[in-house]
């Protein structure tokens, strides 16, 4: 048995948050905002904490600096239970760090100093330790600088190798992302990017063709998240599947897909059906839009179930429930 449910490593961030924004003041100028808000974040950070609250046994593995962010972060992932004892100090760099400008519509321009995230290294003597889990989530390929030059891929193809099930996620990734990525893809039992970041790798621009190129490269599923038009997957043995999103009222779109990642990974934990996981991630990457920051929204494993039972769907969209078919 493993001793860990859910283990998430890479990208973890300390945010800054603050809405509404609709422009930045001029010269010294001030303008007044309505909240203010801290949140652990990041591609690793934000799946370690929604998939705690979700009442899985997690694990963060990634990198902080010796500052106040740091310790900040660390006493977070604490607070929700969340091991640490894989999180490094990374000495001569900071956390890296986010301010988060939300503007009325939830959209979430941010300004972002690169950091620990890209010094921090698993070393051999701790791959059993990272290893020890049934969910191994990856996320924030382009930004692990030291850790995407092979050591990612080789974990993951170690995890596969033990029978762990593999996710993976990338940040804001471009075509010069690819080569990182096509190394990593042939280990993830699920790639799970959202659309603009499939198109951006791959650069292609239909769909169907972004998830037959990922597909292409190894990856085993492709689940891309589509914002308020839903989520779509497709897998290597031929599935497919369409769900439109839940219908809220979005605060945040901070951390949406990070949360999608975490519900998922829910989902595979719970033994759902790939429908079913698809459903829980959507639910946690809408609680998620619901509020200030990444997690503000999410509660807990109960609250995500009534929340799937009693919130209404948008419309589908019949372009991508075309690539469904």
Known sequence: MSSFDYTSMGFITFDALCRPVEALPPKGGTYFVEEFALAVSGAAGSPAIVAAKNGLKVRAVGGVGEDDMGDWVMMKLAKYGVDTELMQRCPGVTTSSSIVTTRPDGARPALHKKGATGAFYVEDRDIDAVLDTKILHVGGVGLMDRMDQGRTAEILQEARARGVVTTLDVFASSADDMPALRRLLPHADYFLPSEEEAMAVTGREDLGDVTAALLDEGAGAVVLTLGADGALYRDARGRRHYTPAFQIDVKCTCGCGDAFNAGFATGL?????????????????????????????????????????????????????????
């Open 269 to 325: 934990h719970l033994g759902l059906s790939i429908e079913d996981c698809v459903t829980y991630g959507q639910a946690a990457s809408a609680q998620n839009a619901t509020g200030l920051g990444s997690q503000a929204g999410n509660r807990d494993l109960a609250t995500t179930r009534h929340f799937i039972e009693t919130t209404p769907r948008r419309p589908a969209s019949a372009l991508f429930a075309a690539l469904a078919d």
